[in-house]
C-alpha cells in the first residue's frame, strides 16, 4: 500500500461492503421472530435459498474476501502507525480528546474476528456438515439448530457481548468510512451522524435481540 | 503557588533522555507556563546547572513554536490555546505537571523539549503553495470567491503548524495540518489550478517523513489551538480521490 490514503480508502471500502453483508444477514435473522411453527418452515426453507443459489455463493466468497483484506490491511496499517512513535509519552491522557471505542478499533474487530469463528463452527459447520434433521417441508432444520444453540445462557451471553463489541465497531467505523471518502455533508452533517450511529445501534441491537428472543420465547 | 515539575531531558538528538524532577515556590497564577519555565531556568542557571531547552516566538498564539506535551494533552489542559496562552491558574496549587516534548518519530528531538518541525516544511515544499509571479499584489476584486468557501478557506488557513495534530494522535498523523492547507487551497480559485499535484504531492511526503496514517479517532480536531475542523481531512480525501480517478495526466 504506497499511499497512507488509499489504505484509508480500501479500509472503508471493505467496511462499508460488510455493512452490506450484515444488513441482509440481519434481514434474514428477522424471520427467527416469526412465531414457531411457519417461522421454522419459513426460516428453513430461507437458508435452502441462500444455500443453492450460486449469486449467493459468490456473495458469500465476496464476503470472506471482504472480512480478509480488512483484517490483514488493518494489521499492516497499524503496524505502520505504531512505526511512527518510537519513544511513547511518559504521561498521556488519550481519554480526554478522543472515545476509547475510536482508538481501540483492533481489539474490538479481534473480538468480532474470534466470534465469527464460533459463530460459524455453530450454525454453517454445523448445516453443512453437521447431523442436522429435515423438517416437514423437506429442507434441512436449521431452525432446530438454532434453538439447541440459544439452550444454554452462556452462548446467549457470549452473542450479546459480541453484538456489543459490533456496536461500538460500527459506531466509529460507519461515520468514520464516510469521511474517508470525503462526504461531508454541510446541511445535513447532524442527520448524517445520527443515522451513522443509528445504524450502528440499531443493527447491533437486533442482532443481540435475537439470541435473547430465542432463548427466552422460541424454545418453548 | 507551589509546583512540582516532572520535565523531559535529552542532552542531544542521540542522547538518552529521562524524566527529571524539579520544584518551584511562589509561582504567580498569573504566569504563563512558559514564564514559569523562564523562572525555573534562572534558578538552574544560577545553581550552575543546564537550562532547559524549550521553543518560543510570539507569545500570543499565532506562531505554533511552542508546542509541548503538558500533563498528557498538547498545549496543557484547556482547549484552542497554544502553550504561551496557558496560565498556571489552570493548575492546582501544590500540582505536579509533566512536561515532555512531541512525541512523534517525524519530529526528532533536538533538546530537551525541542523538536525539529521541518518535516512540515517539506511537506509544503511538495505543493502546499501556488504559484503566483511575485510583484504588485493584483487588485483584489479581480477574482470573486463565494462568501462560504471564504469562511471555510479562513477555518483552514488558521491552522498554524504547532504539530499537535500529529501529537496528539495515537497514530503520529499529520492528515489534519496536511488537510488543513490542502482545504485551504482547494477551496479557493487560485488553488484550483494547482488542485491535483497539491494533493499528491503532500500526502506523498507526509507519507514519506513517516507520519502514520488517520483513523478518524477526532484527537486532533479535540486538540487542535485553532479548532480546524476535522471536515478538511474529508475534503483532503476527496481531493485525493478525485486525482486518482478522475483527473488528466
Redesign the interface.
Known amino acids: 500500500m504506497?499511499?497512507?490514503?488509499?489504505?484509508?480508502?480500501w479500509m472503508a471500502a471493505t467496511g462499508l461492503f460488510l455493512c452490506l453483508f450484515l444488513l441482509v444477514h440481519l434481514f434474514g435473522n428477522l424471520q427467527l421472530f416469526l412465531p414457531r411453527p411457519q417461522g421454522q418452515l419459513q426460516f428453513n426453507f430461507y437458508s435452502h435459498l441462500l444455500s443453492s443459489n450460486p449469486l449467493i455463493k459468490i456473495a458469500g466468497l465476496a464476503t470472506y474476501a471482504g472480512i480478509l483484506g480488512h483484517a490483514v490491511l488493518s494489521l499492516l496499517?497499524t503496524r505502520?502507525?505504531?512505526?511512527?512513535?518510537?519513544?511513547?509519552?511518559?504521561?498521556?491522557?488519550?481519554q480526554?480528546?478522543?472515545?476509547w471505542y475510536?482508538?481501540n478499533?483492533g481489539i474490538l474487530g479481534t473480538v468480532l474476528l474470534i466470534f465469527l469463528v464460533i459463530h460459524m463452527k455453530t450454525f454453517w459447520y454445523e448445516y453443512h456438515w453437521g447431523a442436522v434433521g429435515v423438517d416437514s417441508g423437506g429442507h434441512r432444520d436449521l431452525y432446530a439448530v438454532v434453538l439447541a444453540a440459544f439452550d444454554r445462557e452462556w452462548y446467549v451471553a457470549l452473542y450479546v457481548v459480541a453484538m456489543a463489541a459490533m456496536g461500538y465497531h460500527l459506531l466509529?467505523g460507519v461515520?468514520?468510512a464516510f469521511?474517508?471518502?470525503?462526504?461531508?455533508p454541510r446541511r445535513f452533517a447532524r442527520l448524517a451522524h445520527r443515522l451513522g450511529v443509528a445504524f450502528a445501534v440499531g443493527v447491533s441491537a437486533l442482532f443481540a435481540i435475537i439470541p435473547v428472543y430465542v432463548y427466552l420465547v422460541q424454545r418453548w | 503557588m507551589d509546583l512540582k515539575f516532572k520535565i523531559w531531558r535529552q542532552d542531544g538528538p542521540e542522547a538518552a533522555g529521562r524524566m527529571e524532577d524539579y520544584e518551584l515556590t511562589g509561582i504567580s497564577p498569573d504566569m504563563s507556563l512558559l514564564e514559569t519555565l523562564d523562572v525555573l531556568n534562572e534558578q538552574l542557571i544560577a545553581n550552575g546547572e543546564t537550562a532547559i531547552a524549550f521553543d518560543h516566538d510570539c507569545r500570543e498564539g499565532i506562531c505554533g513554536t511552542c508546542g509541548m506535551f503538558i500533563d498528557g494533552r498538547p498545549h496543557g489542559p484547556l482547549t484552542g490555546i497554544t502553550t504561551c496562552q496557558l496560565h498556571m491558574r489552570s493548575f492546582e496549587d501544590g500540582a505536579t505537571i509533566h512536561v515532555e516534548p512531541w512525541r512523534v518519530d517525524a519530529f526528532p528531538v533536538i533538546r530537551d523539549l525541542v523538536v525539529d518541525r521541518s518535516a512540515f516544511d517539506r511537506v509544503i515544499q511538495a505543493g502546499g503553495f501556488v504559484s503566483v509571479n511575485a510583484g504588485t499584489a493584483p487588485e483584489a476584486n479581480s477574482i470573486p470567491v463565494r462568501r462560504a468557501d471564504a469562511e471555510r478557506a479562513f477555518d483552514a488557513a488558521a491552522c498554524i503548524g504547532c504539530g499537535a495534530c500529529a501529537a496528539v494522535c495515537k497514530n503520529s498523523s499529520a492528515m489534519l495540518f496536511v488537510a488543513a492547507k490542502v482545504s485551504h487551497l482547494s477551496l479557493l480559485p487560485q488553488g484550483r489550478v494547482e488542485a491535483v499535484e497539491r494533493v499528491r504531492g503532500t500526502v506523498a511526503q507526509m507519507d514519506a517523513e513517516g507520519f502514520g496514517g488517520c483513523t478518524n479517532t477526532g484527537a486532533c480536531e479535540a486538540e487542535c489551538p485553532k479548532h480546524v475542523s476535522m471536515e478538511h481531512i474529508a475534503r483532503m480525501n476527496w481531493e485525493f480521490v478525485k486525482a486518482t480517478l478522475f483527473s488528466r495526466e
Open positions: 504506497q499511499s497512507s490514503i488509499a489504505g484509508k480508502l496499517l505502520r502507525n505504531r512505526a511512527a512513535r518510537s519513544v511513547p509519552y511518559a504521561y498521556s491522557r488519550p480526554d480528546a478522543s472515545p475510536a482508538r478499533m466509529h461515520e468514520s469521511r474517508t471518502f470525503g462526504f461531508q
